[in-house]
């Protein structure tokens, strides 16, 4: 766990914390099993076919165990995998993977919250193919999971705003105005996450599609400001 914490940040003690983890896991088959999840996760940074390798070698491994967490690393392993298939413009195939493979073993684990994330990034995923009613029915579906997991605020905010836009390009404007008012509702308790930034560009679109171009600009500029008291870059749509 500590190496899968700091694997982002320094890659050297990222390694030096799985190294020592791996010398404790002598003799145990399952932590031996999850070795491969974390020394994928360390590889990806300079190498995404090693990563690839490791992350295939850890579902092998994992396949002699069926226990929940157990369960909860294959989700994330073919996740993990299917994120670069993504990266390299394959959404299909992410797709695939996480229908067939990543939300399988997520709902044997019982992680409603990791769950529901799948169901939001297969969203995404359609949301890249330009497969609208797809990205409806996903962002549906994992908005009723998350919320009925009380699943961390920015999860679902995140949910709310793509759906929102999703709405947006289907033509359906109401069912978008709720979804930009309940993301909003949530948001108002955290006035300086950067999901606001998100949101006011959302309800500029909104609001462009109204041919209402005062309130969108003036959604642009909350935007704007927003993003730069945050040191973030901001893209209205």
């Known amino acids: 766990l500590l ?14 914390y799985l190294t020592k983890g791996k010398l404790l896991a002598a003799g145990n088959a399952y932590l031996n099993s999850i ?23 850890g579902d092998s491994a994992l396949q002699n165990f069926n226990t929940p967490r157990a369960n909860a690393y294959k989700a994330k392993i073919w996740h993990n995998y299917g994120v670069m298939q993504q990266l390299k ?20 684990s019982g992680d409603s919250v990791y769950l ?14 330009g497969q609208k009613d797809k990205v409806e029915e996903y962002c549906n579906t994992a908005i009723k999971i998350l919320t009925n997991a009380k699943a961390p605020y920015d999860q679902l905010v995140a949910v709310y705003i793509m759906a929102a836009e999703n709405y947006c390009l289907l033509s359906k404007l109401p069912q978008a ?20 930034a998100d949101y006011y560009a959302s309800e500029s679109m909104y ?31």
């Open 116 to 129: 529901g994330k799948c169901f939001f990034d297969l969203g995404l995923t359609f949301k890249n193919m």
């Open 3 to 16: 190496c899968d914490s700091w694997y982002r940040q320094d890659t050297v003690k990222a390694k030096e």
């Open 177 to 196: 105005k709720v979804m930009l008012d309940t993301a909003k509702s949530i948001l108002q308790l955290f006035p300086q996450s950067r999901y606001n």
């Open 89 to 108: 413009d394959d959404n299909k195939k992410f797709a695939d993977i996480l229908l067939n493979k990543s939300i399988p073993y997520a709902q044997l």
């Open 35 to 57: 070795y491969f999840y974390f020394l994928a996760n360390l590889s990806y940074v300079n190498s995404i076919p090693t990563a690839e390798y490791y992350y295939m070698q």
């Open 207 to 237: 609001y462009n599609i109204k041919e209402l171009y005062p309130q969108a600009l003036e959604s642009v500029n909350k935007g704007v400001e927003l993003a730069n008291s945050l040191n973030l870059s901001y893209n209205a749509n």
